[in-house]
C-alpha cells in the first residue's frame, strides 16, 4: 500500500512539475491597473491611473464608474470601472497603455474582460443644451499600437453590447502588420446606431497570454 501511494505521489508532483512548467513558458503580458480602480471611488472625467485617454482633445475624457452621470452598476471586480461614452457628434471615447513586452507580429494571444452597458448615462452633449440619455448599444474595438512606427491595427471587436449586466468577453488577438507596444481600447458606434449617443463599461481585464503553437 505504501508502495502504491509512493508512486501515485511521485506522478503527481511530475504532472504539477511540467504544469509549472508549461506555465512559466508562456508568454504572459500583464496590465497595470487592470480594473480601473481608483482609491475606492469614482470620479467624471477621469483616466484611471495606468491609462492613457484616446479620446478627442475637444471633448471631456473618460469616466470612472460608478458614480457620475446617474451609473449606479455595481463593478465586476474591485470598487471601480470604466464608462466611455460615443456622441452623435462623431466622437467616441478610448484608453490605452503601454505594454511591459510587444504583440509580435505572427503571433496569437488571448484577451478577457468583462463588457456591459448603462441602462442610464445622462449628460450634456455639443448639439443639446438639455441633459439627454447617452445609452444606445456600442461595440468595443481593441487596437495595437507601435509607439515607434506609429503603425496600427485593428485587433479585434465586440458585438453590440446592449446588456445591462456584466458578461465576460474573449479574443483572440493576431497581429499581422507589425509588433506592438500598447494596446487601445475604443468605444464605436454598433451597426445600426450610427452617430447616436451610447456608452459602455468596461471592468476586471486579464493578462494578455501568448497562445503556443
Request: with cysteine; aromatic share 10%.
Given at each position: 500500500m505504501a508502495l502504491i501511494m509512493k508512486k501515485y505521489w511521485s506522478l503527481f508532483l511530475l504532472?504539477?512539475?511540467?504544469?509549472?512548467?508549461?506555465?512559466?513558458?508562456?508568454?504572459?503580458i500583464l496590465l497595470d491597473n487592470p480594473s480601473f480602480e481608483n482609491g475606492g471611488s469614482g470620479a467624471a472625467g477621469t483616466v484611471p491611473s495606468g491609462w492613457i485617454n484616446l479620446g478627442?482633445?475637444?471633448?471631456t475624457p473618460p469616466d470612472i464608474q460608478p458614480g457620475s452621470f446617474q451609473v449606479s452598476m455595481p463593478p465586476q471586480d474591485g470598487d471601480t470601472y470604466l464608462g466611455l461614452v460615443v456622441r452623435e457628434v462623431n466622437t467616441w471615447e478610448?484608453?490605452?497603455?503601454p505594454l511591459m513586452d510587444f504583440l509580435e507580429k505572427g503571433a496569437t494571444y488571448t484577451f478577457s474582460l468583462?463588457?456591459?452597458?448603462?441602462?442610464?448615462y445622462r449628460s450634456g452633449t455639443p448639439l443639446s443644451r438639455e441633459v439627454v440619455n447617452l445609452?444606445?448599444?456600442?461595440?468595443?474595438?481593441?487596437?495595437?499600437y507601435n509607439t515607434s512606427s506609429k503603425q496600427e491595427e485593428l485587433l479585434a471587436e465586440s458585438q453590440a453590447v446592449s446588456h445591462s449586466k456584466w458578461v465576460r468577453y474573449e479574443f483572440m488577438l493576431t497581429p499581422t502588420l507589425a509588433?506592438?507596444?500598447e494596446l487601445d481600447l475604443m468605444a464605436y458606434y454598433a451597426l445600426?446606431?450610427?452617430?447616436?449617443?451610447?456608452?459602455?463599461?468596461?471592468?476586471n481585464c486579464s493578462a494578455i497570454v501568448k497562445v503556443e503553437k
Open positions: 504532472v504539477a512539475f511540467c504544469t509549472t512548467e508549461e506555465i512559466l513558458a508562456q508568454k504572459v478627442s482633445e475637444d471633448q478610448g484608453v490605452g497603455q468583462w463588457l456591459a452597458r448603462s441602462n442610464t445609452n444606445a448599444p456600442t461595440i468595443l474595438k481593441i487596437w495595437g509588433d506592438y507596444d445600426g446606431f450610427e452617430q447616436t449617443n451610447g456608452n459602455l463599461l468596461i471592468d
